[in-house]
């Protein structure tokens, strides 16, 4: 059975289906006014990893993951009255205009992703393309009296109206103090100071601003992926994924809308993925501790040497990644794509199923990709499977790993380097035997024999082998 830890229900539970053999899932997505940094990618893998491991147990999976391109402001994360645009604020500082900005980040989010072997999403709606979906939503909410609209030309969502609010993190309204993420200050125009913008009237702003039934303005931040997940998932969604800081406020606040619209539970499981740290910091700009992933090539790393590095820890586990973690992860890849290729040279022979059963467990259980990567090692040193078994069920753990390990097969294979000293006293033999100075051919052959180096003599001269570093 295919677990996953619910945020929600606190536990492990059975991966289900709304729909028979579909699995739908909702990622939300990259706000596109920067490049994504190592740890945003470690969020994106987490969903990469449940599609893997559902298509393994043969489910139909579709993956809807947004493109926020306006109305996640600045400050977001401690006020949803005020802030700047994320993206009008990058285009600013970039001399660039919104759009550009927003076009040229989302390709190198595309890029980044099928650099981390991540297949992209069946469905990447853009926040700024789908603004109708999300007035029509806005005003259902109104019409069934979840959401209200204010005289600046806003429309909030009424808290109270949704009973279950504070499931998912735990932020139960009877608990939130006011103005606790506004320094203090309640906004007059809300009815009860936890109610939030689901869009904000603006009579400054001229950019990315859109004409409604209530004023000119700009979506809120939480709005986007309730209006998008519905249109094109449904209203039962299998599993909505996202790192843990989007628990609280942004997935508790669109769960609340989902479900008003709805009228009931519209996603079954919320997994979320852990922070990562880099070098025991928190990756930030403002303290400059950002790593990406096009940081590696030019290290001489393997863009997937990251994705080695994450699976070497479970997605629940907060992780501290380092430059010395990463080259260890590119020695290991290598040194697998290698042994993969090696192994392919032998004759053929079925897979291990047991290995294989037992990688596929370990996904299974809640993705713990570190025991699969120890049963993966378990059987590289194991002696009692031929490499022909080895070779073809690395290659099939791979469609989970998703590490590339068949790409060196086919090769050619590097011509062993001569050990020190070889090549001189190779030299000095042929000179020897075309002085006919046989005591001297003699004493070199034995000194290239000590350092393994293996000469016979041939019509054509002489001829050498190297033997292999054990
Ligand atoms: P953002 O572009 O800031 O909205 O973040 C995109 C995704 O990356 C979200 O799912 C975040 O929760 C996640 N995220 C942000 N910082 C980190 C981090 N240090 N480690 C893991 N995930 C992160
Ligand atoms: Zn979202």
């Keep these: 059975m295919f677990r996953l830890y619910d945020t929600r229900s606190r536990q492990p539970e059975p991966v289900g289906q709304a729909h028979r053999g579909e699995l739908r899932m909702y990622d939300c997505g990259p706000t596109v006014y920067r490049y994504a940094h190592v740890g945003n990618l470690r969020s994106y893998l987490l969903s990469d990893l449940i599609r893997r491991a559902a298509e393994r147990r043969k489910l139909q999976v579709t993956v809807c993951q947004n493109i926020t391109d306006v109305g996640h402001l600045t400050d977001d994360s401690q006020s949803d009255a005020t802030g700047e645009d994320k993206m009008l604020a990058q285009a600013r500082t970039e001399d660039r205009t919104a759009l550009e900005i927003a076009r040229y980040y989302e390709d190198a989010f595309r890029a980044d992703l099928a650099g981390m072997n991540i297949r992209p999403a069946d469905y990447s ?51 939130l103090q006011p103005g606790h993420r506004t320094g203090g200050s309640v906004d007059s125009s809300k009815r009860f100071h936890a109610d939030w913008a689901l869009w904000k009237g603006t009579s400054e702003r001229t950019e990315l601003t859109w004409q409604t039934p209530w004023g000119t303005g700009f979506p809120g931040w939480h709005t986007e992926c309730s209006a998008m997940s519905l249109h094109h998932l449904g209203e039962h969604i299998d599993i909505h994924t996202g790192g843990i800081d989007l628990r609280f406020p942004h997935h508790e606040n669109e769960r609340a809308q989902s479900n008003s619209v709805a009228g009931h539970e519209v996603v079954r499981q919320w997994v979320h993925g852990e922070h990562l740290l880099f070098e025991g910091r928190k990756m930030s700009k403002s303290t400059g501790n950002v790593v990406l992933l096009s940081d590696l090539p030019g290290r001489g790393l393997d863009p997937l040497a990251l994705r080695l590095a994450f699976l070497e820890h479970r997605y629940r586990q907060q992780m501290n990644l380092s430059w010395d973690t990463l080259e260890a992860a590119d020695k290991t890849l290598r040194r697998w794509r290698e042994r993969v290729a090696d192994w392919a040279r032998s004759p053929s022979a079925a897979m291990s199923s047991r290995y294989a059963d037992a990688v596929a467990a370990a996904f299974d259980d809640d993705l713990d990709t570190p025991a699969g990567l120890r049963t993966l090692r378990a059987l590289e040193r194991d002696e009692a499977v031929s490499p022909g078994a080895k070779f073809e069920t690395f290659a099939h753990l791979d469609r989970l790993f998703g590490l590339d390990l068949a790409r060196d097969i086919g090769k050619p294979v590097a011509a062993p380097e001569l050990p020190d000293g070889a090549a001189d006293r190779l030299e000095a033999r042929a000179k020897a035997r075309a002085a006919s100075d046989w005591p001297a051919a003699d004493r070199l052959r034995d000194e290239l024999a000590a350092i393994g180096v293996t000469v016979t003599d041939t019509p054509q001269g002489q001829a050498w082998t190297i033997r292999a570093a054990r």
Excluded: K
């Design 125 to 175: 709606p853009r926040a700024s393309e789908s603004i109708e979906l999300m007035i029509d939503m806005i005003a259902e909410l109104i019409d069934t009296g979840h959401a209200y609209a204010t005289a600046d030309g806003s429309v909030l969502f009424d808290a109270r109206s949704f009973a279950g609010y504070g499931e998912l993190s735990g932020n139960r309204l009877g608990d």
